[in-house]
């Protein structure tokens, strides 16, 4: 099979993760046979359904004639016979129990047509076991979606031991196609990638407090603030469901060994119903108390050495049994956790050598198996790290949040590449711009910069406040911040080439100050834009707060600052920010156009052009002063020869900065 001949999907489940990944198969224009046991609970599912893409079409996501089409598509059913019976994909989100799934599949392995593969939403159970249960162990998979299906954009696709290539391929295919990020889990293991980094994580915080080594304060302030992850691990634990956690873990120690025993904290707090939000207690109170409330004040270098020696294990643990290179665990946890950084790339930058020396203490004074070091970690420590080596981008320079190509005709391209992020932007970003800057200036190759953002959803959706917060609450360091900032797009505004911004997507606060640094903006007809800084108490401060006002005015800049609204493309264009809006599939070869057109320009005329006109801003008389000595200049260029003589024989005139 392929995925053209996949036409009708089934999903099996009407719950949070059922309906949820119905409505996204639906949204990418398959029809969906939603099913479950009784029709109360299938016609919730579906509810919820026509509730959420009601949300979509109200925040202006998808038009209400797509939303109605959406639902159209969607059939909810009780009866599995005629569910599964015409279908080419199920996708079952039942219960996380094995005896339900395995009656599950035994009734639809006889309904379901021949070719139909079939895959399982599972988050942690053995998919081999589960494949067991069918005659077509061939055609079964794992597509692990993540909570709510219709917001994260990962998909894990699994291979148990019987699965063949050709139905990994095709479901892998099928994930792309709803708009998801697949990453390939090439064996099965409990847990797979995301849980199996995050969950003995958040075991590892439960132990350290069940022990006396620390607080549920510290834990969470070092998760948060000083490693820069979304939640704190016990905040996470929370959100998640602490008896989710817990069955996940018991899983794991059950197939695993005792490395995953659960720690006796959560397991008192499955014990005593205190299961995170969804009861009201948990680690934090959420009905009589104040929630989760992290100090940003409380980290500990014991608590993160601690941790991150856990998690370099768990790594050590995935990529020595073959079951994720170590970019798909990275790729896995950013998308599947939003963390800003992966796992991989967190413990090879702390250094595996004083992580694999504190698991081996504290192995050596617990006697606990989960802090018995992996082999494959001490290899990879007296290596240096679990990445051989990061991939250069140009003359050895390594990036690893942008990427800098070369499209040819003179266009050097920096890819903001954040994806999971929204191309959200960190002082490491900034600092690896700034170097992009500089590599590109020194190329005599390359004449015009092309500014753009990977993926469709975003440009830039702003700083990453989240890599923000992981500094804590330091003005000082904020200050350092915003200077960083200004100096390294002052660079980019500055510098000799032309630049030109395509903007896709969300344009907004810091991403919306980087486009203001280019001198050509041209973006998507679905793109929005705006600087939201003042609804966080903030302002513009990259520099917005000046260049702005220079290119719409100073009335239109403080309307846009001031009210922190959203603007569209069109808009945009009317208040002369936008230089042109274009269709969505037309933005990537516009803005290349764009870009190729100025970079056969006279390259000393445009130099001279921009340090003129920035001159000029706050004085006029400098401004003119500069543009006089530049005319000058550029009378005795062979430029100005070759412009002239193209000129005169109605040619195309090519320029070689002379």
């Not at 089934?10 to 949820?20: I, K, P, Q, T």
């Not at 699965?163 to 990453?183: F, G, R």
């Not at 939003?338 to 020396?357: I, K, N, R």
Request: hydrophobic share 40%.
């Amino acid at each position: 099979m392929e995925l053209d001949d996949i036409n009708t999907i089934a999903v099996l489940g009407a719950g949070n993760m059922g309906h949820g990944i119905a409505e996204v198969v639906a949204l990418a224009g398959y029809d969906v046979h939603l099913r479950d046991i009784n029709e109360e609970f299938v016609q919730n599912g579906y509810d919820q359904i026509e509730w959420s893409l009601g949300k979509l079409a109200e925040k202006e996501q998808i038009t209400d004639e797509e939303a109605d089409a959406t639902l159209e598509r969607i059939t909810p059913l009780v009866d599995l016979e005629e569910a599964v019976g015409s279908v080419d994909v199920v996708i079952e989100a039942v219960p996380e129990k094995m005896e339900i799934k395995r009656e599950v599949y035994e009734e639809i392995d006889e309904y379901a047509p021949e070719h139909a593969i079939f895959a399982t939403n599972t988050s942690s159970l053995s998919i081999t076991d589960l494949s067991e249960f069918t005659d077509r162990r061939d055609q079964f998979c794992g597509m692990h979606f993540f909570n709510p299906p219709v917001r994260m954009p990962l998909v894990e696709v699994i291979a148990g031991d019987h699965t063949a290539e050709e139905t990994l391929d095709v479901i892998e295919a099928l994930a792309e196609d709803v708009d998801k990020s697949p990453v390939r889990v090439h064996r099965d293991t409990p847990g797979f990638i995301v849980n199996r980094i995050l969950v003995p994580l958040m075991n590892e915080a439960s132990w350290l407090v069940s022990e006396d080594e620390s607080t549920i304060a510290e834990v969470d302030s070092t998760t948060k603030y000083g490693l820069g992850q979304p939640m704190g691990a016990f905040e996470l634990g929370d959100q998640v469901g602490n008896d989710v956690s817990y069955h996940v873990l018991e899983y794991m120690h059950e197939v695993l060994g005792d490395a995953y025993e659960p720690a006796p904290l959560l397991a008192e707090k499955v014990e005593n119903e205190e299961l995170g939000k969804k009861t009201g207690k948990g680690f934090y109170d959420y009905e009589d108390g104040p929630g989760a409330e992290v100090p940003t004040d409380q980290q500990s270098d014991f608590v993160k050495r601690r941790l991150l020696a856990s998690m370099a294990n768990e790594v050590a643990k995935l990529i020595g049994n073959d079951v994720a290179p170590p970019e798909s665990i990275d790729e896995a946890v950013m998308l599947g956790g939003g963390w800003p950084d992966g796992p991989v790339s967190v413990v090879d930058e702390f250094g595996l050598e004083p992580l694999l020396e504190e698991l081996e203490s504290a192995h050596e004074a617990t006697g606990h198996e989960r802090y018995a070091p992996a082999d494959y970690l001490a290899e990879r420590a007296e290596a240096g790290g679990f990445y051989d080596g990061d991939e250069d981008d140009g003359d050895g320079v390594e990036f690893e949040t942008i990427r800098v190509e070369y499209p040819g005709d003179m266009v050097g391209h920096i890819v903001i590449d954040r994806p999971h992020r929204m191309n959200t932007i960190s002082s490491q970003l900034l600092e690896e711009l700034s170097e992009a800057v500089d590599l590109l200036e020194d190329d005599d190759g390359v004449r015009a910069i092309l500014l753009t953002g990977e993926g469709e959803k975003a440009f830039s959706a702003g700083a990453d406040v989240q890599s923000m917060a992981a500094g804590g609450a330091d003005p000082l360091g904020a200050v350092d911040l915003s200077k960083q900032g200004q100096d390294t797009f002052g660079k980019l505004e500055a510098c000799d080439m032309p630049v030109v911004a395509g903007i896709d997507g969300y344009c907004l606060g810091g991403g919306m100050e980087l486009a203001t640094c280019a001198d050509i903006r041209i973006a998507s007809e679905r793109s929005e834009l705006g600087q939201p800084e003042l609804n966080l108490g903030l302002i513009p401060g990259w520099g917005g707060t000046q260049r702005l006002s220079h290119i719409v005015g100073e009335g239109r800049a403080k309307e846009i600052i001031l009210t922190a609204d959203r603007y569209d493309a069109e808009a945009m264009a009317d208040y002369g920010f936008v230089n042109e809006v274009v269709g969505n599939d037309e933005l990537p070869e516009a803005a290349l156009e764009m870009a190729t057109k100025l970079a056969g320009g006279p390259p000393i005329a445009q130099r001279f052009t921009k340090t003129a006109m920035l001159a000029g801003r706050d004085d006029t008389d400098a401004g003119l002063e500069l543009e006089a000595a530049a005319f000058g200049h550029l009378m005795a260029t062979d430029d100005l020869m070759t412009g002239i003589t193209a000129f005169m024989s109605d040619d195309d005139p090519e320029f070689e900065g002379k």
